[in-house]
């Protein structure tokens, strides 16, 4: 009897592992036995091996492309394009004591100051990046203002003057607003006295702009600016000058004083401080002063006095270049009427100025001087 159970036991063993094996062989190929080794794992070392050849052999990724910038043209400054699509526009402002103090010139991008007859001086203020609410007092044109207004070619407002001078405006693609003609923008102050008292608004004047003035939106650079302060011709490699005089006639010396703290060169008329009427002293950032030559025209004013001409086109001579608290020695040159005025180092690189406003001095050869401290 334990013969027979042992051989039971044994059969029912045997046929166990039989029922075991064959119901492994029915199962897939892909069921590895216990005693299989598995594939080893990818190290660390490995993986991030491949990563990094996975990322050298795609391509880099796409840099976003750099932000274009926009320089306001008559200033140097940093702006957006929108804003700066609009012509120039140009004001004849007076300087004669009896029309002190003026209003706007603070805003304007760039200021011509020219001698007229008698002595007197008179503005060319130029506004692109700042529009003033209004400017005051406005006068009539002269002789030499087509070539300096010519290289914009974009507005010169003037209560009126003679028809020559008006006509030379018109002919340098110029768009003339007078108020003698009836144009809008032009309003009497009941504070002043006549012919002190004209006010001009130029955001008035733009609205007026012709079709033909969009052509030339915005005006194109009248000066080359450095691209950051304290890197123009005159910080970079000029002498140091305090102070600026500048005798324009027997009647008119303009004094310009460095002022650390606005980093601007403050403007006198003479001994007193050239003040707008909004309180605020007149600065610049660029001073220019030209050697120039001046002759009479054929024309006088209603004294009988002659009417004065600087000559700027195909003209040439000396001058120099303040700014930063330094000046620099500079020739000057204008070819034809339209074109720019070129300011020239010593070595015939252009000079770069500070970006900022300028005030550009027309000093005549014959009666006037100039002298740095």
Known sequence: ??????????????????????????CTGDLAWPWDEP?????????????????????????????????????????????????????KIENAPEARPTRGLEAADIVWEEVVEGGITRFVAVYHSRLPDAVEPVRSVRPMD??????MKGMLAYSGGQLPFIDRVNRV????????????????????????????????FLAQERGDMRLFSPPPAQFIYAPHAGKGSAAQKGTRARS??????NFQTSNWYWDVRSRTYQRSEG????????GARHGARNVVVLGVDMVNTAYTDPSGAPVPETRLVNSSG???????????????????????????????????LEPGNTWVELVPRSSGSWSVR
Not at 146 to 151: C, E, L, N, T
Not at 244 to 249: A, E, I, P
Not at 332 to 342: F, L, T
Request: no cysteine; net charge positive; charged share 25%.
């Open 1 to 26: 009897m334990d013969v027979t159970l042992r051989t039971r036991r044994g059969a029912g063993l045997v046929a166990l592992v039989t029922a075991l094996a064959i119901g492994l062989t029915g």
């Open 39 to 91: 594939e080893p794992l990818p190290t660390p070392t490995e993986t991030l091996a491949a990563d990094t050849k996975e990322r050298k052999d795609s391509p880099p990724e796409p840099k976003a492309p750099p932000r274009e910038r926009h320089y306001w043209p008559l200033t140097g400054h940093e702006g957006k394009p929108r804003q700066m699509n609009r012509p120039a526009v140009s004001v």
């Open 146 to 151: 087509a070539a300096i207004v010519a290289p």
């Open 173 to 204: 693609s110029t768009q003339s607003l007078v108020m003698d003609d009836g144009h809008d923008g032009f309003y009497r102050d009941p504070a002043r006295a006549a012919p002190h008292n004209v006010i001009g608004k130029p955001r008035e």
């Open 244 to 249: 600026l005089s500048v005798r324009l006639s």
């Open 271 to 278: 001994s007193s401080p050239s003040m707008a009427m909004s």
């Open 318 to 352: 000396e001058g120099f270049v303040a700014a930063h608290g330094k000046v620099k020695k500079i020739r000057w040159k204008k070819g034809r009427i339209h074109a720019p005025i070129v300011l020239k180092l010593a070595n015939g690189k252009q000079a770069q």
